[in-house]
């Protein structure tokens, strides 16, 4: 068995409410290994989000470790954090998150200026992906041009610019129809068959059906990890 | 890192465009004035160098007639009262470096068919060195001439060239009130005086021609005014009142009563001229402290408003890798594109004012390369002063708080 990508131990977090400290993440335990496919399912409230937060390097643990690729997480400084967020992993949020003001092809080259890559290499790697995701012919246009399924691709493509080990996506399809859904739930599918670890979230059993394994929150513990029976 | 995020400067300064042109307009007062004041202050330093430098140093004059308490200037009654007798006698005073009787008046000039109006001097030799004054073309007349009231003249260079064109003047004859003169030298430039007058615009004949030939004084040997020259500028109050003494002596004016004659220092009056232009420049000073002070507190406020509206932007910059000093960086450099841009509409507006106040008063202005560097440096430090605070705000967001921000 290969080295775990992601591995945490008793991770936990608890939020500062004005009922008193409220523990969303109760001591979870997990390993994932290089190219897993993983969906995380569970009921509102469950503590998903905030397990991806911590994942993502977005958020700091109130207890336990995390490992990202051999590193202990908890003891770096913010530099190293965006360094990890920049290089190591690649977030896809529910909302997409683009900047409105910005080109396609400069909203997918944005992580290469803060990795510090010249200009020529910037647009070259930004072109290419998004003729990757299929939106290269809009590589001029605003967000506010496109669809929303067209924006997640953008998003997407902007995660995979810098060449992360693995991607985290909280609900990608949440605010997309189920055509749409399955057209970004492909672009995953090959992405993991080239290799790259993906960790999504979602709430829809046919959209978890696409990956590997499943891993199922409730009360901010997992309750159940297994295989996909019938893997598509 | 620096080119991409100058062109997301700009753009961000270009989404709300008024917004910005507002913020920039305390920074274009404020560096207009610093202009202005710079341009106004170091036109004064000019003009009182340039003045006394072609002026002549450590000079007084002494002008025939009395000034009242009221400041109204009154004849005495017997005439003139100043003679040449007076500035033999002033010269033999110690620390007196040269004495000049003129008598000066507006003239025409004559030669050939043209003519020319200016201003005509007869005095005596030691006016040319007491005004530092040379002859570059030719040669100076002297004692004897004023003794047996030649009609020599020497000119200055406008007047040769108005008069004379491309001739050579020395050696041509030109008339006075119908009397001919011979040119026998060519003053040399002294370009214009703290007043704006043209000092090269002008004649100098002996003072005894000039009494007798060209403004026909009935007292032969009397003067309208004497300058004096002392050694040193030490000297300088030592011979004023020896001056004074010696009039009153010699015009046998009686203890508490007025002079007959007024004395004003020529230095002293360019001082106190650029003395006024100095305290005016020092209020411009004041507008300008407040105006940037203002500027970089609109700076400040905008880029405050800017960064809460941009918490989201910041969340996701912080979520692709932006470090804390990605983010300082970045609305630092966009508080300083303002300022500068303010710094840069403030030059042009301070110029054009500067020029303008050149043009309609005619006041010297010095418009150097280092006032712009001090604007720009002004502008700089307000932007960075101003903007550090948003800035921090900025780069210290909690990326998971910023990205929750509606
Ligand atoms: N910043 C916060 N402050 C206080 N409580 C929070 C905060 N963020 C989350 N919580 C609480 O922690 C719990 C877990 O939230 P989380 O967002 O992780 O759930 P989730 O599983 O992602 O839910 P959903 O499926 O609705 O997205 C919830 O009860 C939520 O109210
Ligand atoms: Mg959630």
């Not at chain 1, 490992?67 to 770096?76: R, S």
């Not at chain 2, 011979?182 to 007058?197: F, P």
Request: with cysteine.
């Amino acid at each position: 068995m290969s080295e775990a990508v992601i591995r945490v131990v008793g991770l936990g977090k608890s939020y500062a409410t004005a009922a008193g400290l409220f523990p969303a993440l109760k001591g979870v335990d997990l390993a994932i290994r290089p190219g897993e496919y993983i969906a995380i399912m569970g009921p509102s409230g469950s503590g998903k989000s905030t397990f991806m937060n911590l994942l993502g390097c977005l958020d700091t643990p109130t207890i336990g470790d995390y490992w990202l690729a051999g590193e202990n997480v908890a003891q770096m400084d913010n530099d190293a954090l965006a360094r990890l967020r920049n290089r190591t992993l690649g977030f896809v949020f529910q909302g997409f998150n683009l900047l409105p003001r910005m080109s396609l092809q400069d909203n997918v080259a944005l992580p290469l200026v803060y990795a510090g890559v010249d200009k020529e290499t910037r647009r070259a790697a930004a072109r290419e992906l998004l003729a990757k995701v299929g939106l290269g012919q809009y590589a001029e246009s605003l967000p506010n041009r496109i669809s929303g399924g067209q924006q997640q691709r953008v998003a997407i493509a902007r995660a995979l610019v810098n060449k992360p080990r693995l991607i985290l996506a909280d609900e990608p399809t949440g605010n997309l129809d189920s055509h749409t859904s399955e057209e970004i739930m492909r672009l995953f599918g090959e992405l993991n068959g080239e290799g790259i670890t993906i960790v999504l979230v979602t709430h829809e059993p046919d959209i978890a059906a696409h990956a590997k394994r499943q891993v199922r929150f409730l009360d901010g513990q997992i309750v159940g990890d297994h295989l996909t029976e019938h893997a598509p | 890192m620096m080119k991409p995020m100058l062109g997301e400067a700009w753009l961000a300064m270009g989404a709300n465009r008024l917004r910005t042109a507002l913020t920039m307009l305390g920074m274009v007062i404020g560096v207009g004035a610093v202009v202005i004041m710079l341009a106004i202050g170091q036109g004064a330093q000019y003009a009182v160098q340039q003045t006394i430098s072609t002026m002549g140093s450590n000079l007084f004059i002494v002008l025939a007639g009395s000034f009242t308490a009221a400041g109204v200037r009154s004849g005495s009654a017997g005439g003139p009262t100043l003679t040449v007798g007076d500035a033999e006698a002033i010269a033999e005073l110690d620390g007196v470096a040269n004495v000049a009787p003129t008598h000066q008046g507006s003239r025409q000039l004559v030669y050939g068919s043209q003519n020319w109006s200016t201003q005509v001097i007869g005095t005596t030799p030691p006016y040319l060195d007491a005004r530092a004054w040379n002859v570059v073309n030719g040669a100076a007349f002297g004692d004897s001439d004023v003794r047996s009231s030649t009609r020599v003249a020497l000119i200055g260079k406008t007047v040769a060239e108005n008069l004379f064109g491309d001739e050579d003047p020395v050696g041509k004859t030109m008339r006075i009130q119908q009397n001919p003169f011979m040119v026998i030298g060519v003053l040399g430039s002294k370009g214009q005086n703290l007043d704006g007058r043209d000092q090269d615009d002008t004649v100098i004949i002996p003072l005894s021609t000039a009494q007798r030939k060209v403004f026909g004084t009935p007292f032969l040997g009397s003067v309208r005014m004497i300058m004096v020259q002392a050694e040193s500028a030490e000297a300088m109050p030592r011979v004023e009142a020896g001056v004074e003494a010696l009039l009153r002596q010699r015009h046998r004016l009686r203890e508490g009563s007025p002079n007959d004659f007024f004395m004003r220092n020529l230095s002293a009056a360019a001082e106190s001229e650029a003395e006024t232009t100095r305290t005016m420049s020092i209020l411009l000073g004041a507008i300008a402290s407040i105006s940037l002070l203002v500027g970089g507190i609109g700076i400040m406020n905008i880029m405050l408003v800017s960064v809460t509206e941009r918490t989201r932007e910041i969340g996701i910059r912080m979520a692709i890798g932006a470090r804390q000093k990605d983010i300082l960086a970045q609305f630092l450099l966009e508080a300083v594109m303002i300022s500068f841009a303010g710094c840069l509409l403030g030059l042009l507006l301070g110029l054009a004012i500067a020029l303008g106040i050149n043009a309609v008063t005619g006041m010297v202005v010095v418009i150097s390369g280092s006032a712009a560097l001090i604007a720009f440096a002004v502008a700089a430090t307000v932007g960075i002063f101003f903007g550090w605070y948003p800035a921090r705000k900025a780069a210290r967001l909690d990326p998971i708080e910023a990205l929750r921000y509606q």
